[in-house]
């Protein structure tokens, strides 16, 4: 007898084994460090990642989902050599494993640099840093605003500066956190309480420190603040090596808060010396001009003509005398000539001569008279022929002279036009005869076609 064993196998359908491989692979590897370069980047509504991970020789995929990448202090973007920490998984729906990204880093580049130089580097595209964009610092500011901790030891560097430079200056003071997660909000708050206070210029000032330290005044949120500001805006952040967002889109950077005092306001003595200077110029100015003045007016004094102004009016006197003496020559050669003209014409006026003129005129004028009066009865004889040519043509064309000879009209009156065929005219249809003396009223009972010859009449 034959021995047959039954072999009892687990078969899966795709969704189980899909979740069992999910299962397994979550549970080998729960937290890996993968490097690699970014590729294929996509970011789904600006709120989860999604990109390749792949070195020489081949890729994996990546999902970074919102609550994770929303942490990250710089951006993930195409080509970026990063580190990638998370777990690997199983995207069911496709059967394709990737790995869940919990954080990443740049490598060779600290992610605080990495990101200050992408922030940087979008702002000067947009035109925060373009110089027209910046606003010029009062000379004389009536209210000063200072956004700093007031437990720093800012506060007091600029108040020692400022009452050295002018002691009866306005400082209004707005205390933040200029350090941690709330203080680049907090200054943004200041910013806008100092403005609606009416201050004319503002200080954002911190001491040195670290990059990490100085990371408020690094954000985009604070440089769309200070571009929009409308008073000028002082960034006094750090030392002078050190160079933040707010520097480079702010009107004036100062290298330390003690400069941003300096720069804030004039220093009373230097500027009263320079206008006690000024004074002193304008007073050796106006000293030396005074003299150079008198120096000419005592020049002029001396001159012949202020001694004897009637001198000025001899040379316009003799000029008026020669152009008298010349006026009356030309009056009395105008009348010489005029005189000769008379003369002349006085000898012409012969009295015969002047008859005999005004008869062979008379004689002249009578034969043109006659000549034109022969023209008019010629032409006018013309055109009386010519209309009566035209009139006997129109009378000739006249139908009322045609209905005079015995003829007669046929009307169409529904079409409202002659009949000139036979063709135009059906059995019983109602026509209207002109003659003469009237209209008649027909109806047409028969139609009989019969060509007339020109020249022939027609016979009935």
């Not at 998370?86 to 740049?106: F, H, M, T």
């Not at 001159?303 to 006026?327: A, C, H, S, Y």
């Not at 005999?356 to 034969?367: C, D, E, Q, S, V």
């Not at 032409?379 to 064309?397: F, M, S």
Request: hydrophobic share 40%.
């Amino acid at each position: 007898m034959e021995d047959c064993t039954v072999i009892k196998t687990k078969i899966y359908t795709v969704s189980e084994l899909n979740q069992e491989i999910k299962k397994n692979l979550e549970a080998g590897y729960p937290d890996i460090w993968v490097e690699g370069e970014v590729s294929n980047f996509y970011f789904h509504d600006r709120k989860h990642m999604y990109f390749d991970l792949k070195d020489e020789n081949s890729k994996i995929k990546v999902v970074m989902f919102h609550h994770s990448n929303r942490n990250l202090i710089f951006d993930i973007e195409e080509g970026l050599h990063i580190l990638i920490n998370g777990y690997i998984s199983l995207y069911e729906k496709r059967g394709e494993y990737q790995i869940i990204a919990l954080d990443a880093r740049p490598v060779g580049k600290g992610a605080l640099i990495l990101a200050f130089e992408q922030l940087k580097d979008k702002l000067e595209k947009k035109g925060y840093f373009d110089i027209t964009h910046k606003k010029s610092i009062p000379l004389l500011p009536g209210r000063i605003g200072l956004v700093t901790s007031i437990g720093g030891a800012v506060i007091k560097d600029i108040i020692q500066v400022l009452k050295q430079r002018f002691e009866n200056f306005h400082l209004i003071v707005r205390d933040v956190n200029v350090q941690g997660i709330t203080s680049s909000d907090e200054v943004c708050e200041a910013i806008d309480d100092l403005c609606g206070y009416g201050v004319d210029v503002i200080i954002i000032a911190r001491g040195g420190g670290s990059l990490e330290d100085l990371w408020a005044f690094n954000t985009e949120k604070i440089a769309r603040k200070i571009f929009r500001c409308p008073v000028p805006v002082i960034s006094a952040i750090g030392h002078q090596t050190d160079y933040t967002i707010s520097d480079f889109v702010a009107d004036k950077r100062a290298a330390t808060p003690s400069v941003a005092g300096e720069l804030v306001i004039l220093n009373k003595k230097e500027a009263v010396g320079n206008l006690k200077g000024m004074v002193k110029r304008a007073e050796s100015l106006m000293k030396s001009k005074i003299r150079a003045y008198k120096k000419e007016i005592f020049f002029l004094i001396k001159r012949r003509i202020f001694i004897k102004p009637e001198t000025l009016l001899d040379r316009f006197n003799q000029n008026v005398g020669d152009l008298n003496v010349r006026l009356k020559n030309d009056i009395k050669e105008y009348v010489r000539a005029g005189v000769e003209k008379l003369v002349n014409l006085y000898r012409m006026m012969d009295k015969k001569n002047i008859i005999k003129k005004i008869h062979f005129y008379r004689m002249a004028i009578g034969n043109v008279n006659t000549r034109l009066f022969s023209i008019m009865q010629y032409y006018i004889n013309l055109k009386k022929n010519e209309i009566k040519y035209i009139l006997e043509k129109v009378a000739d064309k006249n139908p009322v002279n045609v209905l005079e000879r015995g003829f007669a009209l046929l009307y169409d009156a529904e079409r409202k036009k002659n009949i000139k065929s036979i063709k135009e005219a059906g059995i019983n249809q109602v026509v209207k005869i002109l003659l003469k003396d009237g209209i008649l009223s027909a109806k047409i009972f028969d139609k009989i076609y019969k060509k007339i010859e020109p020249g022939l009449k027609n016979e009935n």
